[in-house]
């Protein structure tokens, strides 16, 4: 057990992929970012927005939305959730085929970059939703610590403003009980203002926990302890879904015992859906094994999800003839 707050290793390599390919995506689409962090031309999606600064709040006043089709945001999403997570929309038509393709109609967890706003995400996200339910990830944990409170709910407001419409749940809180998110007083403030802000206007929430069985850095900050200590009761009485995130490479190779996971989980939130909200691995050797283990998991408890939500699915999934993406409409036609 390391004996200073990290970020797991698995986490920082996770993420290189993506934030290389946004750089491209904006030498390419001639988005102008100023020397200072100013604001951005949005001309891939035809819309103004702007960095926000530490307060999260824009510089640069968007224009008007487009007119969106109808999507049924209100709507329960069926279950079992098959779940794939999207960190980089870049070649968004083979994204959309890959997601068609599936053999059951996924959720897609956009996951929404630090440095950008959201009308970068607001087209991409409505053509996504036509072949797959949207869940939006309001901000990456890596990212939490460097928003301050008033900034993480700013961001939340203008994500709601510009995708109300469009996104089915929205994700208030990553990894929150991780150690890299900041003070703990912070981040139940960030995650449950959020809570509250999404709730106000009716939308379904999601929280992602991270467990850390045995590999924490600080044991506070251990998945049930965290969360016994800090979660508001609104929100454990609230929460429409409540998800893990896991990555057995960067907690000893532990397989734990998630049936006794879940049920424990369960207890905590006894009006909330429990699943998976994100898994992945940074070695090509084990992609295939760890897919099909994990999306054809049966879990006895009534209000188990499925979810899963392979961080990796842009790289390994798209286009769909890569061979994973077989891997993975396998395990999803055997559940």
Sequence with gaps: MASEPHEPSGHGYRRRRGLIALAALIAASGIL??????SRNNNANGQADAIANQNGEPTLIAQKDPVIPEINVAAALPVPLYGVTIDDISELPAIIESLRRLARKPTARIVFDETVGPAYYRKPAIQMAAVSYLMGEILDSAYVRRLSVKGYLNRTTRYLDSMGEVIHIWEIGNEVNGEWLGRTADVVAKISGAFDLVKARGKTTAMTLYYSEDCWARRANEMFTWTE???PDRMRKGLDYV???????????LRPNWPAVFARLAALFPNSKIGFGEIGSSDP???????TRYYTMKIDQ????GGYFWWY?????VPWTEPLWQTLNSAIQAQ
Excluded at 33 to 38: F, L, M, T
Excluded at 243 to 253: A, K, R
């Design 33 to 38: 970012i100023s020397n200072c962090g100013g």
């Design 229 to 231: 200590a800090n979660i």
């Design 243 to 253: 998800f893990i995130s896991y990555y057995e490479e960067d907690c000893n190779e």
């Design 285 to 291: 050797d084990r992609k295939a094994e760890l897919l």
């Design 302 to 305: 009534a209000n188990y999800v």
């Design 313 to 317: 699915y842009r790289e390994d999934m």
